[in-house]
């Protein structure tokens, strides 16, 4: 059965990076999307970025994008999120989602992935 694990986050300060990583464990096999989730307190999990195996296509949040970068090794089955210009705004749990299905919902949608980790919390202070 496969499983993710995440390494990485912690609280660092507005304008700081952290980079955040995750593993596929259980398989020989990469993912077709890997991608990072955010949960705030109380709220939904909000795509933040999405990688396909392909290596060519990454997708971002509005938000995010021109901080954040997404990176995938098929190989080590990984996918890293570095995050660069942290704000308040970026705090919440971050998880780590995966889906080998070649169709389905849409890439930003959480229903879109089947196998998730245990999230990894980040807190930016300002």
């Known amino acids: 059965q496969v499983s993710l694990m995440e390494i990485g986050g912690g609280s660092v300060q507005a304008g700081e990076s952290l980079r955040v990583s995750c593993v596929a464990l259980g398989t020989t096999v990469a993912p077709y999307i890997m991608a990072w989730f955010r949960q705030e307190s109380g709220g939904d999990r909000k795509v933040v970025a999405a990688?396909?195996?392909?290596?060519?296509?990454?997708y971002y949040a509005d938000s995010v994008k021109g901080r954040f970068t997404i990176s995938r090794d098929n190989a080590k089955r990984t996918v890293d999120l570095q995050m660069n210009k942290l704000k308040s705004e970026d705090t919440g749990k971050y998880y780590c989602a995966a889906s080998y299905d070649m169709s389905g919902p849409p890439w930003s949608t959480a229903s879109r992935y089947k196998i998730w980790g245990q999230g990894t919390q980040v807190t930016i202070s300002s």
């Open positions: 990688a396909y195996s392909n290596g060519r296509n990454q």
